[in-house]
């Protein structure tokens, strides 16, 4: 059944009054031949285009929104499984009322990787990366390493956070590492320390013999790479039970300067407990 017009004539079927449905019947396909790229072969201008069973098939082409909001409403599952998809929008977000997850698996042997980036072409802009939420975030990997700036090597910086190790976790270096907390001018507290419920064990260096610690404590003390000690206070050696060894020791006690003198006190609170020998 052909019908056919002249190449100026408009065709139309039923009318507006009291809108009729039109079905078509058979197993056969209807094809809309169109005349061009980019112009309108088949136009909807209100109401919703249904598709009741079977599946909405793009072979080539482009499947495009072009008002103000586009919205894909579906009641299950989206699976869009291509060689290569591309999102490309001013602003992409994913929102739900449930859980969302973005999740990527791999069905084969080979390694897979979820690629995060952010580029910007224009060299006047940089590409970046904001994660925020309310609770908490995890990043989590149940067979390998963890790894942070791992290629680039950039800083990582924690802001005014704290950055925790669980009870089992470990800090490891496995090149030339530096910790510094001096690039700022604030009044900054570095602790060392352990609980005191169990016995700890707490090293600093190693017996190499090029290895050097130096500590500084302002003008109070300080302790140089090569091991001279400077006390410019009163000190502290032993607590009454430790003992002393000075083993092949020279002590010189030197008065820099006019007026300060040296005075060597030596108090024997014990009858018994002094005992200078030669």
């Given at each position: 059944l052909n019908i056919k017009t002249t190449a100026t004539d408009a065709m139309e079927f039923g009318n507006a009054t009291t809108n009729p449905t039109f079905g078509f019947l058979g197993t056969g396909a209807v094809t809309i031949a169109g005349s061009a790229e980019n112009t309108n072969a088949l136009v909807v201008t209100a109401g919703d285009v249904r598709i009741?069973?079977?599946?909405?098939?793009?072979?080539?082409?482009?499947?495009?929104?072009?008002?103000?909001?586009?919205?894909?409403?579906?009641?299950?599952?989206?699976?869009?499984?291509?060689?290569?998809?591309?999102?490309?929008?001013?602003?992409?977000?994913?929102?739900?009322?449930?859980?969302?997850?973005?999740?990527?698996?791999?069905?084969?042997?080979?390694?897979?990787?979820?690629?995060?980036?952010?580029?910007?072409?224009?060299?006047?802009?940089?590409?970046?990366?904001?994660?925020?939420?309310?609770?908490?975030?995890?990043?989590?990997?149940?067979?390998?390493?963890?790894?942070?700036?791992?290629?680039?090597?950039?800083?990582?910086?924690?802001?005014?956070?704290?950055?925790?190790?669980?009870?089992?976790?470990t800090f490891s270096a496995i090149s030339a590492a530096t910790i510094n907390l001096g690039t700022a001018n604030v009044a900054t507290t570095v602790q060392i320390a352990t609980d005191s419920t169990t016995a700890d064990a707490v090293t600093i260096g190693n017996s190499n013999a090029a290895t050097t610690v130096a500590i500084t404590g302002g003008d109070d003390w300080s302790i140089t790479a090569t091991g001279a000690v400077d006390f410019n206070g009163q000190a502290y050696i032993g607590d009454g039970g430790d003992a002393i060894l000075l083993s092949g020791t020279t002590i010189t006690l030197t008065a820099n300067t006019s007026g300060n003198d040296i005075t060597l006190n030596i108090t024997d609170n014990n009858a018994d407990a002094l005992d200078i020998q030669e």
């Open positions: 009741t069973d079977g599946d909405l098939v793009i072979t080539a082409g482009d499947f495009t929104f072009t008002g103000a909001t586009g919205v894909i409403n579906l009641s299950s599952t989206l699976d869009i499984d291509s060689a290569g998809a591309t999102l490309d929008a001013t602003t992409l977000s994913i929102d739900a009322t449930d859980t969302t997850n973005i999740t990527m698996t791999a069905n084969n042997g080979a390694n897979k990787t979820l690629l995060i980036s952010a580029t910007n072409a224009d060299v006047a802009g940089l590409g970046l990366i904001s994660i925020s939420a309310e609770g908490d975030i995890a990043i989590d990997t149940t067979a390998g390493t963890l790894y942070l700036n791992n290629t680039s090597n950039r800083t990582i910086n924690t802001g005014t956070g704290d950055l925790t190790v669980d009870t089992t976790g």
